[in-house]
């Protein structure tokens, strides 16, 4: 079992920035890559970011690229998600979900792993 608490969600204007971060304990955190997805009111949920369990490889959607940076510190147990330039459309409830597979790039190789509660994220005009 892996547990995973996301946190530093909130309400900023647009062109503000936030930083979630994805803590975790239970198992080796270390042995997994970790995705973020995000859902929208009446929409179905986003992949947005994702990493592999060094760091050494990521993966971003095209419409965070240059915005979102994605980053972990396996020794704090922690995927970071920096979100710079934010707009309206990023609004939603961001999830960090992780995974022993090694497709990290593929939304489908989070369906079966361990997920966190969500945090808001709201982006104002």
């Known amino acids: 079992q892996v547990q995973l608490v996301e946190s530093g969600g909130g309400s900023v204007q647009a062109g503000g920035s936030l930083r979630l971060s994805c803590a975790a304990s239970g198992r080796t955190f270390s042995n997994y890559a970790v995705g973020w997805f995000r859902q929208a009111p009446g929409k179905e949920r986003e992949f947005v970011a994702a990493i592999t369990r060094s760091g050494d490889r990521i993966y971003y959607t095209d419409s965070v690229k240059g915005r979102f940076t994605i980053s972990r510190d396996n020794a704090k147990n922690t995927v970071y998600l920096q979100m710079n330039s934010l707009k309206p459309e990023d609004t939603g409830v961001y999830f960090c979900?992780?995974?022993?597979?090694?497709?990290?790039?593929?939304?489908?190789?989070?369906?079966?792993?361990?997920w966190g509660q969500g945090t808001q994220v709201t982006v104002s005009s």
């Open positions: 979900t992780c995974t022993q597979t090694s497709y990290y790039w593929s939304a489908s190789a989070y369906e079966n792993g361990y």
